[in-house]
Nanobody
Framework: VQLQASGGGLVQAGGSLRLSCAAS????????LGWFRQAPGKEREFVAL????????RYADSVEGRFTVSRDNAKNTVYLQMNSLKPEDTAVYYC???????????????WGQGTLVTVSS
């Protein structure tokens, strides 16, 4: 499974960005796609996840109500719509594919290269 994340950039606090994660290869071997982020000097943390089938999504408390994860199965692409961005959302955002709806990075088998989101105050 190959994952390609895109859509990062520089945005002012209160602004919005939409990240995309295009999946290719044996995506049928995975059941969930997650978004994680890692700020400088911090550990990688869970942001959101969505199942490839069904309509199950899950969010970290820090982004609940501001971020929305969605998917387009026809395009094998998952999106992360980020609204009301805060400076503390600044991080490299990664998408990852796995077989269980867990929030630990260790539960994911495949990772994209990351895309940088910078939120200025």
């Amino acid at each position: 499974v190959q994952l390609q994340a895109s859509g990062g950039g520089l945005v002012q606090a209160g602004g919005s960005l939409r990240l995309s994660c295009a999946a290719s290869g044996r995506t049928f071997s995975t059941t969930v796609l997650g978004w994680f982020r890692q700020a400088p000097g911090k550990e990688r943390e869970f942001v959101a996840l969505i199942t490839w089938r069904g309509n199950s999504a899950r969010y970290a408390d820090s982004v609940e109500g501001r971020f929305t994860v969605s998917r387009d199965n026809a395009k094998n692409t998952v999106y992360l719509q980020m609204n009301s961005l805060k400076p503390e959302d600044t991080a490299v955002y990664y998408c990852a594919a796995g077989r269980a709806g867990l929030t630990s990075p260790g539960a994911y088998d495949y990772w994209g290269q990351g895309t940088l989101v910078t939120v200025s105050s």
